[in-house]
């Protein structure tokens, strides 16, 4: 089968989506939200199964809907958390800046766009949020600094099934993100695999499974 003959079986609307988050308020390139739900496809491509993803850090949920309309499409029964206290932080290097609550927002995209079946969302910190399923696709787009990007990772990193991927943003534009995700590469239990603007691509390794 020919690469072209792959892209044309995808079930992917690459467009709609991109004409869908434009008029979201965030800070994810559309190459990045590109990246999101081809990550998707990928993820239930290698598991053949229903998938269980979790999102850390949806603000008025560009990379929420990105994630869900791909969801939506591919395994529609898989479940997606989207996880937020919706308190409108933002952390820009060196400080946290306060801004107005996003929930309203946030609920009013995911209607809009026909996903309130299709997201699961909490509103609530990374760490007080509690499952034992195992996790295929973990997106973390919370607080960037190093304790709180560390905190988000370290909450979930034990129920990342083994060839699982984790996708962290903003790597390379913050110090304390892109400081965390080198470490984690100094260990041999994940491998960078793809790089989309700041949206980095880990994978698990099946080498990890046990441990």
Known sequence: MHESEIINMSKLNIDEIISKITNIEGFLWDDEAILLAQMVEKTYNLFNKDLTIVEVGSYCGRSTVAIGLAVKAICPRSAFYAIDPHEGQLFFVGETTPRQP??????????????????????????????????????????????????????????????????????????????????ILTSTVYERVDLVKSSIVLQKQESSKGK
């Open 102 to 183: 996003t929930w309203e927002r946030f609920h009013a995209n995911i209607a809009k766009n026909g996903l309130l079946e299709t997201v699961d969302a909490f509103v609530m910190k990374s760490y007080e949020f509690q499952t034992d399923e195992p996790i295929h696709l973990l997106f973390i787009d919370g607080l960037h600094d190093y304790k709180n990007v560390s905190r988000d990772f370290h909450h979930f990193e034990n129920l990342v099934e083994p060839s699982g991927f984790v996708i962290l943003h903003d790597y390379y534009i913050y110090p304390d993100v892109t400081r965390f995700v080198d470490e």
